[in-house]
């Protein structure tokens, strides 16, 4: 569910991201482009790991197959959005037939059957070289406009990617399929015997995990003009996604968009202010996570903050 | 190459796969945590076992023992301080903690040891029979890796410590209610799972460069090996790693070395669906 003040943030937020270009230098636009790219990869991996509740790891084997779909099809001279649709439907359709498999599997062997997929797409690209290229990755036609116009370009194309998603996700939550989806977390065999499709529903959710993120990794390839398999399918972006969304808050709506704002903020600034450090920065932040924001930044209660910083600790609220 | 040599590579690979796998089976059995700092500690024990060789001129026979004790330390002290406040969360929370925590060491150690790859060269030489030729070093490997895997088979089934570990693994309440002192349990189980590791990774040191880079393949070895063989049993890890090393070898043979790691993971996605409690592994203990 969302209310109408997280509708009003969510919309000052577009702006604001939109409005990047008019005043802040390419640094900040490229900053922008992350933000709403990896709120696209949190929003639909929502769909799966907080409103279902399966520990999905494979956000990114959709993400990279987009880009090679992408890549390929552009390559061969498909013009560039129909490239980028042509990613959607394929993902897509891979992640139903693999959900309708895979989704058999529950907790560990789910995360670990995932984690498997990315393992073997990443495989078969990097040793398929007659189509892939393999180790050497894959060169794209890159847009013939000035910097400044092609930093635009993308940044709309993956806000418009974040808001559909936005609004996918506001419908879901809504929607019958949601209550079914969070049924399922509770208790899928509880769910099962009310009559809810388990299988069909859990199809659903991995298909709309999976839609839009092969859509953002095919306009991603375009963007940055070259792929190879093992920044496509890397296993550091596989666990960032749902850290991104424990961050916000899994299974809210708005959750996913501050998780990965903050997350994408977070990593800029320890990238450029401990470079030999920055991986150890980020595993303290996910340990911070874990033991002191389980329910994400959303669950922080403001008012128990306000009150122990006046010093009324213990106050009831 | 004749089937003979394919056949003794894949049991020499496997056998090592199985010392890689077991610790962290055990952990993932008993503790319900999948372990992402596994690779980074089989890298740690082979980095330490190479620095002791490299620097002192210590054997790594002799560091080997050491090695391992130290991990056990770690692993105790992690699981203590860390991952018991979280053990009975769902499978992402905890499977995130450790990947963060894995973060944390694996930049530590790029930091200190560098991401070369490095390798104790002992030149023992070649061994042939029967057409088959074997480097001793790697001979020797096997020969280890299977000695502390049994030695660990030996330790669950006639030790208190390794009964009430097989204890708390089929009923946590029950285990409880008998005296068992479960955290203790869990953080010792987690560090025998760095032990091995530790061991492992100074097994390794002695047969193939070792790098930082290689804690994902490590992992990745680990989940086929589990999943194959089935969790949370020694002779389950043994099962697995024999299997995946048999696998790795035949299907390299026939389809490239490349695509042998992708026929790992393929046999592992069949195993998931089809018989997900692994080939020995018993139904209900997941």
């Given at each position: 569910?969302?209310?109408?003040?997280?509708?009003?943030?969510?919309?000052?937020?577009?702006?604001?991201?939109?409005?990047?270009?008019?005043?802040?230098?390419?640094?900040?636009?490229?900053?922008?482009?992350?933000?709403?790219?990896?709120?696209?990869?949190?929003?639909?991996?929502?769909?799966?790991?907080?409103?279902?509740?399966?520990?999905?790891?494979?956000?990114?084997?959709?993400?990279?197959?987009?880009?090679?779909?992408?890549?390929?099809?552009?390559?061969?001279?498909?013009?560039?959005?129909?490239?980028?649709?042509?990613?959607?439907?394929?993902?897509?359709?891979?992640?139903?037939?693999?959900?309708?498999?895979?989704?058999?599997?529950?907790?560990?062997?789910?995360?670990?059957?995932?984690?498997?997929?990315?393992?073997?797409?990443?495989?078969?690209?990097?040793?398929?070289?007659?189509?892939?290229?393999?180790?050497?990755?894959?060169?794209?036609?890159?847009?013939?406009?000035?910097?400044?116009?092609?930093?635009?370009?993308?940044?709309?194309?993956?806000?418009?990617?974040?808001?559909?998603?936005?609004?996918?996700?506001?419908?879901?939550?809504?929607?019958?399929?949601?209550?079914?989806?969070?049924?399922?977390?509770?208790?899928?065999?509880?769910?099962?015997?009310?009559?809810?499709?388990?299988?069909?529903?859990?199809?659903?959710?991995?298909?709309?995990?999976?839609?839009?993120?092969?859509?953002?990794?095919?306009?991603?390839?375009?963007?940055?003009?070259?792929?190879?398999?093992?920044?496509?399918?890397?296993?550091?972006?596989?666990?960032?996604?749902?850290?991104?969304?424990?961050?916000?808050?899994?299974?809210?709506?708005?959750?996913?968009?501050?998780?990965?704002?903050?997350?994408?903020?977070?990593?800029?600034?320890?990238?450029?202010?401990?470079?030999?450090?920055?991986?150890?920065?980020?595993?303290?932040?996910?340990?911070?996570?874990?033991?002191?924001?389980?329910?994400?930044?959303?669950?922080?209660?403001?008012?128990?903050?306000?009150?122990?910083?006046?010093?009324?600790?213990?106050?009831?609220? | 190459?004749?089937?003979?040599?394919?056949?003794?590579?894949?049991?020499?690979?496997?056998?090592?796969?199985?010392?890689?796998?077991?610790?962290?089976?055990?952990?993932?059995?008993?503790?319900?945590?999948?372990?992402?700092?596994?690779?980074?500690?089989?890298?740690?024990?082979?980095?330490?076992?190479?620095?002791?060789?490299?620097?002192?001129?210590?054997?790594?026979?002799?560091?080997?023992?050491?090695?391992?004790?130290?991990?056990?330390?770690?692993?105790?002290?992690?699981?203590?301080?860390?991952?018991?406040?979280?053990?009975?969360?769902?499978?992402?929370?905890?499977?995130?903690?450790?990947?963060?925590?894995?973060?944390?060491?694996?930049?530590?150690?790029?930091?200190?040891?560098?991401?070369?790859?490095?390798?104790?060269?002992?030149?023992?030489?070649?061994?042939?029979?029967?057409?088959?030729?074997?480097?001793?070093?790697?001979?020797?490997?096997?020969?280890?890796?299977?000695?502390?895997?049994?030695?660990?088979?030996?330790?669950?089934?006639?030790?208190?410590?390794?009964?009430?570990?097989?204890?708390?693994?089929?009923?946590?309440?029950?285990?409880?209610?008998?005296?068992?002192?479960?955290?203790?349990?869990?953080?010792?189980?987690?560090?025998?799972?760095?032990?091995?590791?530790?061991?492992?990774?100074?097994?390794?040191?002695?047969?193939?460069?070792?790098?930082?880079?290689?804690?994902?393949?490590?992992?990745?070895?680990?989940?086929?090996?589990?999943?194959?063989?089935?969790?949370?049993?020694?002779?389950?890890?043994?099962?697995?790693?024999?299997?995946?090393?048999?696998?790795?070898?035949?299907?390299g043979h026939f389809f490239g070395p490349q695509h042998s790691l992708t026929v790992g993971f393929l046999v592992m996605l069949f195993i998931l669906l089809v018989k997900p409690t692994g080939l020995v592994g018993k139904r209900g203990y997941e």
């Amino acid at each position: 569910m969302i209310t109408r003040t997280g509708l009003i943030l969510f919309a000052i937020w577009v702006v604001i991201l939109a409005t990047t270009p008019l005043h802040a230098d390419n640094y900040i636009v490229r900053t922008a482009i992350m933000i709403s790219m990896y709120s696209v990869l949190a929003l639909s991996w929502n769909f799966i790991g907080g409103f279902t509740g399966y520990p999905s790891f494979a956000t990114v084997a959709f993400f990279g197959l987009g880009a090679y779909v992408g890549a390929i099809a552009q390559r061969n001279g498909v013009p560039m959005v129909v490239a980028w649709m042509l990613a959607t439907i394929v993902v897509g359709a891979f992640a139903a037939a693999l959900g309708s498999i895979l989704l058999r599997l529950k907790g560990h062997y789910f995360a670990i059957g995932s984690i498997a997929v990315v393992e073997v797409c990443r495989l078969v690209i990097s040793s398929w070289r007659s189509v892939t290229g393999g180790g050497d990755g894959l060169n794209i036609p890159l847009l013939r406009w000035s910097p400044d116009d092609v930093a635009i370009f993308f940044l709309m194309v993956m806000l418009v990617l974040m808001i559909i998603v936005f609004a996918l996700n506001a419908f879901v939550s809504r929607h019958r399929l949601g209550f079914g989806l969070h049924c399922i977390r509770q208790n899928e065999d509880a769910a099962d015997m009310v009559g809810i499709n388990t299988t069909l529903y859990k199809v659903i959710a991995f298909t709309l995990s999976a839609l839009f993120v092969g859509t953002a990794g095919a306009a991603y390839a375009s963007w940055v003009g070259y792929i190879d398999p093992t920044d496509s399918f890397s296993i550091l972006m596989t666990v960032k996604v749902p850290v991104m969304v424990l961050l916000g808050g899994a299974g809210t709506v708005l959750g996913p968009v501050i998780g990965a704002a903050s997350f994408v903020v977070l990593e800029e600034i320890f990238w450029s202010n401990f470079l030999d450090w920055n991986r150890a920065i980020l595993g303290m932040v996910i340990v911070f996570l874990i033991f002191f924001l389980p329910g994400g930044l959303l669950r922080v209660s403001f008012r128990k903050v306000r009150d122990r910083l006046k010093g009324r600790e213990g106050v009831a609220t | 190459m004749d089937i003979g040599q394919i056949l003794v590579n894949g049991l020499v690979l496997g056998a090592l796969y199985a010392c890689l796998a077991v610790g962290f089976s055990l952990v993932w059995g008993v503790l319900n945590v999948i372990n992402m700092l596994h690779g980074s500690f089989i890298v740690l024990g082979g980095y330490l076992t190479f620095f002791a060789w490299h620097s002192f001129g210590i054997h790594p026979l002799v560091s080997l023992p050491f090695v391992a004790l130290l991990l056990f330390g770690i692993g105790y002290l992690v699981q203590y301080l860390f991952v018991n406040k979280v053990v009975t969360a769902p499978v992402l929370t905890t499977l995130t903690l450790t990947f963060g925590l894995d973060m944390i060491l694996y930049n530590i150690m790029t930091v200190f040891f560098s991401a070369t790859p490095r390798r104790v060269t002992l030149d023992l030489g070649t061994l042939s029979f029967f057409g088959i030729t074997m480097p001793v070093d790697r001979l020797f490997g096997m020969a280890l890796a299977l000695a502390l895997t049994g030695l660990l088979y030996y330790v669950m089934r006639k030790s208190r410590i390794g009964r009430a570990i097989v204890a708390v693994r089929m009923d946590r309440a029950a285990a409880t209610l008998m005296g068992i002192r479960v955290n203790h349990i869990y953080a010792i189980t987690f560090g025998v799972g760095a032990l091995m590791a530790g061991a492992a990774g100074a097994i390794f040191a002695m047969v193939f460069p070792i790098t930082t880079n290689l804690t994902g393949m490590y992992i990745g070895k680990a989940f086929v090996v589990c999943v194959i063989g089935g969790l949370g049993s020694v002779p389950g890890a043994l099962v697995g790693g024999l299997a995946l090393g048999l696998i790795e070898s035949i299907s390299g043979h026939f389809f490239g070395p490349q695509h042998s790691l992708t026929v790992g993971f393929l046999v592992m996605l069949f195993i998931l669906l089809v018989k997900p409690t692994g080939l020995v592994g018993k139904r209900g203990y997941e």
